[in-house]
Nanobody, 126 residues
Framework: QLQLVESGGGLVQPGGSLRLSCAAS????????IGWFRQAPGKEREGVSCISSRFGRASHAEFVKGRFAISRDNAKNTVYLQMNSLQPEDTAVYYCAAASSRSNDCFLREILYDDWGQGTQVTVSS
């Protein structure tokens, strides 16, 4: 059974950093594009960053460019989201999701992703 489990969320002060992990089981993560999405209270879920299965190409939403980085460790079957310079508006539940794709690129479109984790809360507050 394909499963994704997020971890690494928590409370951090503005300007701080967190690293989220998305651990996969039941499938070979390297064969999938992995995306990070987030949903803040009262808002729709939005794409944050993704990484393609082939070549590990990354794509980021405009609002996180220069602050967030995504990487994958296929040996550990895990994808990471390094979040720096966090701001209160980054507060949200962060989800990772898998898309069965061998494309060179990835896309932050929810409809492409079939399997989702349960989410991890990130709160940025002083």
């Amino acid at each position: 059974q394909l499963q994704l489990v997020e971890s690494g969320g928590g409370l951090v002060q503005p300007g701080g950093s967190l690293r989220l992990s998305c651990a996969a089981s039941g499938f070979i993560l390297g064969n999938y594009a992995i995306g990070w999405f987030r949903q803040a209270p009262g808002k729709e879920r939005e794409g944050v960053s993704c990484i393609s299965s082939r070549f590990g190409r990354a794509s980021h939403a405009e609002f996180v460019k220069g602050r967030f980085a995504i990487s994958r460790d296929n040996a550990k079957n895990t994808v990471y989201l390094q979040m720096n310079s966090l701001q209160p508006e980054d507060t949200a539940v962060y989800y990772c999701a898998a898309a069965s794709s061998r494309s060179n690129d990835c896309f932050l479109r929810e409809i492409l992703y079939d399997d989702w984790g349960q989410g991890t809360q990130v709160t940025v507050s002083s």
